[in-house]
């Protein structure tokens, strides 16, 4: 039916998905992410000095983690390769590690990038012994 609203979960492996899309900045600006108390920002920068992709990490504030993401230009995507820890979210009182996984789409060297991305959260590792 159309317009229904149904409760959906989705699960990968050990983890539960709470968040997933799909954004295209706005005239070269930044892309903001706001999740619970966290707040991710991805900054996209090129430098033509060198081609390589990089990304530069850095907490300018509690709860802000800023993602730079350097020379992200591909049309064909490019990003994480596994799931990277961001931080983590106390969830029915379970303290659980957030985890973000995302790719990156240039097209022509334009500034807008497209930026999918997949929040995931699972139980906290626990040590061996």
Do not use: C, W
Request: aromatic share 10%.
């Amino acid at each position: 039916m159309y317009g229904m609203n149904v409760p959906t979960e989705i699960t990968s492996g050990p983890s539960e998905v709470v968040a997933s899309g799909m954004v295209i900045a706005f005239s070269g600006h930044p892309i903001e992410i706001s999740l619970g108390p966290l707040k991710l920002l991805f900054e996209f920068v090129t430098n033509r000095a060198t081609p390589q992709q990089n990304i530069q990490a850095t907490v300018p504030k509690p709860n802000y983690l800023k993602l730079e993401l350097v020379n992200f230009d591909n049309p064909l995507g490019a990003g994480t390769i596994k799931p990277m820890p961001v931080g983590s979210l106390s969830i029915s009182g379970r303290n659980r590690v957030l985890y973000l996984h995302f790719r990156v789409y240039g097209i022509g060297g334009e500034a807008d990038k497209t930026l999918q991305y997949t929040f995931y959260v699972a139980e906290e590792a626990k040590p061996n012994g």
